[in-house]
T-cell receptor, first 113, second 110 residues
Framework: EPEVTQTPSHQVTQMGQEVILRCVPISNHLYFYWYRQILGQKVEFLVSFYNNEISEKSEIFDDQFSVERPDGSNFTLKIRSTKLEDSAMYFC???????????FGDGTRLSIL | ELKVEQNPLFLSMQEGKNYTIYCNYSTTSDRLYWYRQDPGKSLESLFV???NGAVKQEGRLMASLDTKARLSTLHITAAVHDLSATYFC??????????WGAGTKLIIKP
């Protein structure tokens, strides 16, 4: 069964550095998402992406964050000038349509030191 | 602003028992999703509920949606240890955002 893949599985970065989290969505899916989950807490929506542009973003997704789909397969989340509170699990998801369930990757655990 | 509340947040139960997890939401929506998460793992889609009165069943799990009451339930029948996980409901706010409940951590003891 096709799946969403995320790399790396764990990223450790010094505060103030930039990180890029990578995702390969399922190939025939059209909608792409990033979420984060701080340890032991609820899942929080960051951004959705459709037709090569952001379709919605949450208050969390400020100027520090950006997303790109640089080619036909990858979907990236860039976090500039990381802060300690950015430490979390970041999940990428994709779906074929707005109403069908989103398929999640295994996540990238981001640790900011 | 859409708010999603789940209860209970923690549930410990014996194998063989039945129980229900509740998901309330604050504003109109007709799309609700249930996901399962094992510790340290990703989120697995369980059910999609797209209309008032929708009921879906898979094995020992059954989910329903009452859009008038803004309530969804996830019912567990004759629980088994393998169902131990955290269960999340998520509601579509019709603005391309899924708003998530806090999750219900379910522990099923042999």
């Amino acid at each position: 069964e096709p799946e969403v893949t995320q790399t790396p599985s764990h990223q450790v970065t010094q505060m103030g550095q930039e990180v890029i989290l990578r995702c390969v969505p399922i190939s025939n899916h059209l909608y792409f998402y990033w979420y984060r989950q701080i340890l032991g807490q609820k899942v929080e929506f960051l951004v959705s992406f459709y037709n090569n542009e952001i379709s919605e973003k949450s208050e969390i997704f400020d100027d520090q964050f950006s997303v790109e789909r640089p080619d036909g397969s990858n979907f990236t989340l860039k976090i500039r000038s990381t802060k300690l509170e950015d430490s979390a699990m970041y999940f990428c998801a994709s779906s074929p349509s707005r109403v069908e369930p989103q398929h999640f990757g295994d996540g990238t655990r981001l640790s900011i030191l | 602003e859409l708010k999603v509340e789940q209860n209970p947040l923690f549930l410990s139960m014996q194998e063989g028992k039945n129980y229900t997890i509740y998901c309330n939401y604050s504003t109109t929506s007709d799309r609700l999703y249930w996901y399962r998460q094992d510790p340290g793992k990703s989120l697995e889609s369980l059910f999609v509920l797209l209309s008032n009165g929708a009921v879906k069943q898979e094995g020992r799990l059954m989910a329903s949606l009452d859009t008038k009451a803004r309530l969804s339930t996830l019912h567990i029948t004759a629980a088994v240890h393998d169902l131990s996980a955290t269960y999340f409901c998520a509601v579509d706010d019709s603005n391309y955002q899924l708003i998530w409940g806090a999750g219900t951590k379910l522990i099923i003891k042999p």
